[in-house]
């Protein structure tokens, strides 16, 4: 099966990642804003930043596509289905196991802090954010598969568990024989319309219902699946006419999530900006090739994951150490949500550098080598049945 190593990256997207991933911070650290520069009272470019989310489904879509040939008509093997899944696995668990720790350490030792100051063991637990049950789904990737109302622990990993039933998703497509994936796809394309005509009929914002967040999820990954089958309406562009389109769609994208209208426009902005831009061409992929963005994009995992414990970090201990309060003034406010968002870089950097790309080399390479040596068992195991049935 093609892998990302014989693929051209597509730099672009990479960076686009990365700025998905910085707005989505923004989105969360801009609750500590003192109420005289809430920035939703002029805009609602941030309150509708849960968009950046679907951005990513649209992008991982398109990707794994591009990365595993979706469109070739024969049926993966077991071993390159498995190989895919490994890949995916070893990209996404270890890093989202970490974070779900270190989530449940921070929550034990505040729970310890006031077990000593006020006599009471509290806060591990709290019946809804944090409960026994979703830690346990946590770990097994589905807390976000329609079981619980709300997000859970980590909170952004929801979108991760959404992610992941998306893989499962693509690996039974993989599965499938031409004719096969082209029905598959077919009914993946009226789950878009549907679920998207839905809300535009309704009026309702995308995230208002978290039971339905892997039906989002797959909405919009498919969507990403059906721009690769169709990149090649973009091939025969000029430069220049594709670095209109960029630039009018991403104006038109961001007076958009200015205005707050209808979630299903902004969604289908930016799964334009997906498709023309996946080819590095015009000047937006030029814009976005710049170095520090693609770094940025790269490290996007580990800040997307990071972030939120951050904030919960960060807000225990702020005004004891600096002294000032966090939205009882303007001062304070804005020194630590610029305080927040410098500080999840250099962590994320070392996050990526430190645990997210050794663990995922680890863990590839141990289950790669299981199932190599299962695959050797099996081979064995058959060669030497024949030879009895021969003789």
């Known amino acids: 099966m093609t892998s990302l190593s014989n693929r051209n990256e597509i730099y672009s997207h990479t960076a686009l990642r990365g700025i998905a991933a910085l707005m989505v911070v923004l989105v969360h650290f801009r609750s500590f804003f003192h109420p005289s520069i809430d920035p939703d009272e002029v805009t609602f470019f941030l309150t509708k930043g849960y968009l950046w989310v679907d951005f990513f489904f649209i992008l991982s879509g398109f990707v794994m596509s591009y990365v595993y040939v979706i469109e070739h008509p024969g049926r993966r093997t077991f071993v390159e289905v498995a190989h895919y899944l490994i890949a995916r696995i070893a990209r996404v668990y270890p890093l989202h196991l970490m974070s779900l720790a270190t989530v449940l350490l921070f929550f034990m030792i505040v729970s310890l802090i006031s077990w000593n100051q006020k006599g009471e063991f509290c ?81 309702d914002d995308i995230d208002e219902n978290f039971r339905l967040s892997i039906v989002r999820a797959i ?67 030029n814009w976005l ?50 305080f927040l968002t410098v500080i999840v870089i250099p962590i994320s950097v070392w996050s990526y550098r430190s645990v997210e790309m050794p663990a995922r080399k680890w863990l590839s390479l141990h289950l790669n080598c299981l199932l190599e040596a299962r695959c050797a068992l099996v081979s064995t195991k058959s060669a030497n049945k024949s030879m009895l049935v021969t003789n």
């Open 123 to 203: 806060c591990v637990f709290d019946d809804s954010l944090r409960t026994a049950e979703s830690l346990v789904a946590n770990l097994f990737l589905i807390h976000a598969w329609g079981m619980f109302d709300w997000v859970t622990w980590n909170l952004p990993s929801w979108s991760l568990s959404s992610e992941f039933f998306c893989y499962l998703v693509f690996a039974a497509l993989l599965t499938m024989d031409g004719y096969a994936r082209k029905l598959a796809l077919i009914a993946l394309s009226c789950i878009v319309l549907i679920y998207y005509g839905f809300s535009l009929a309704t009026g």
């Open 289 to 338: 090739a710049a170095r520090f963005l693609h770094m940025l994009g790269l490290f996007s995992y580990s800040i997307y994951m990071w972030h939120y414990l951050i904030k919960y970090i960060a807000l225990e201990d702020w005004e004891s150490f600096i002294g000032l309060p966090v939205q009882s003034s303007i001062l304070g406010s804005v020194i630590f949500v610029v």
């Open 219 to 285: 909405s919009a990954f498919s969507i990403g699946i059906l721009l690769f089958l169709g990149r090649r309406m973009v091939i025969k562009l000029s430069e220049n006419w594709l670095t209109c389109i960029q630039i009018t769609t991403v104006v038109t994208l961001l007076l958009s999530l200015h205005f707050g209208v209808a979630d299903v426009i902004s969604i289908s902005l930016m799964a334009l900006i997906v498709l023309v831009t996946w080819e590095d061409r015009g000047i937006l992929s």
